[in-house]
């Protein structure tokens, strides 16, 4: 990701799905991923309607390390690493308002945070412990629109 992200300016577009079939996007108009053993996240420019889950607030992603309950980037004081306490692979630092990462639960399974908190992205009901059914990450460079509309010209 790192590499593809440095090749140009990108872009990120979230998709998130609730259980009842409610859509709502968070899109980034900037977005990248840093080098080396880190992997720090670097977002701005929030727009949507999911919520901003990733630059919001006090639990902020940006600027976060990526961990894995393997990969330990992310300890945190009373609680250990992060990563293991929301169940998944994701940017943190002191926490999270979002982790796409996380276990799948489904609407109906009972699960407590001794498992993770599921599919996160607070923000869409403002809830912890609400686990999302779908979710999808997008990149594109931030001038995509540009270079498809010089293509389109150059082919007439």
């Keep these: 990701m790192h590499r593809l992200t440095h090749q140009n300016a990108y872009e990120l577009y979230i998709e998130l799905e609730d259980w009842v079939g409610n859509v709502r996007y968070a899109r980034y108009s900037t977005f990248s991923v840093g080098p080396g053993d880190d992997y720090i996240l670097s977002v701005g420019g929030y727009s949507g309607t999911a919520g901003d ?10 600027g976060g390390k990526f961990a894995t309950r393997q990969w330990i980037e992310d300890i ?4 250990g690493s992060i990563a293991e306490h929301y169940g998944g692979g994701w940017w943190y630092n002191l926490g999270s308002y979002s982790n ?8 109906t399974d009972s699960f407590d945070n001794d498992e993770g908190f599921g599919v996160l992205w607070s923000p869409f009901y403002a809830d912890y412990y609400y686990s999302l059914k779908k979710t999808k990450m997008m990149v594109r460079p931030t001038d995509f629109s540009t270079r498809v509309a010089n293509m389109k010209r150059e082919q007439q």
């Design 100 to 107: 796409l990462n996380g276990p799948y639960f489904r609407d």
């Design 76 to 79: 945190c004081d009373g609680l």
């Design 53 to 62: 889950g990733l630059d919001g607030g006090l639990w902020t992603n940006n």
